[in-house]
């Protein structure tokens, strides 16, 4: 079923700046703002996003990508309608490989290309623009201040025209999201932080009842993987007196051996 949100903007006329489509503008977009930002799980948040995007803007397709990494790829995080073979091609070509076409700059700069099939950049994604029907498409970043944290594609089968108050549109809709999407975040990382420190928790517990110093290495070293990423773990029983440090646990590849010997 169509999320009741966009109820306001279906009543209305397509977008011609006036006072009545304005204010259905603002009345859906302070509905759907209520609805997402209630959602923690990053999943269903991309899931229900996307099922707004395409009743607000009338796409027949969409996908949202997802940075996890301001640096990094995108990851495909939902898609509407999309064809796998399509799906495949973008992250291969574009979004995969973090490219510029991937993030327009600045941050919240939306792109449209009124001719897919002819002004794409690659002759293969024209091929297959032309293959799915697809004629126009629109990028709209969605970006929390300047952190890119993903982007939405919109795309139509026949000439969507994108005048000024739907793009403004599109555009406050994506900051709504950036705000919904780094509030998820947040909490997921509240959540992997306390799974971490009860880890920890339990890991003091047994260490307390080990009395054997080679055995609380070895502990530690099962442990640590749960708790951080790492190449390589090591654990030392320092001997100050000595001067030296004796290795009691350890895994990972050293000098290219993986997990060689204490020796």
Known sequence: AAP????????TDRPDGSALWLDARAATLQAIAAQISEELDLGTLFERVLEHAVQLFGADEAAIWQARDPQGPFELAAQHA???GLAALLARLYWAKATPVARPAP????????????????AELRRAFKLEGIKTLCLVPIAYRDEPLGLLVLYHRDDHAWPRPEVELARAFASQVA???????????????EARLRSIQDLT??????HDVRAIGEAIVAEVSELISYDTVRVYLVDHEAGVCEPLAFKGHFLGLPNPSAD
């Open 205 to 210: 517990l047994r260490l307390n009842r080990i």
């Open 179 to 193: 705000t919904a999407v780094k509030n998820a975040r947040l909490y997921e990382s509240v959540r992997s932080l």
């Open 107 to 122: 941050a919240r700069d939306i792109r449209i290309v009124a001719d897919a099939a002819r002004e794409a950049s690659n």
């Open 4 to 11: 009741a949100a966009a109820e306001a903007v279906e009543a």
């Open 82 to 84: 999309l064809s796998d």
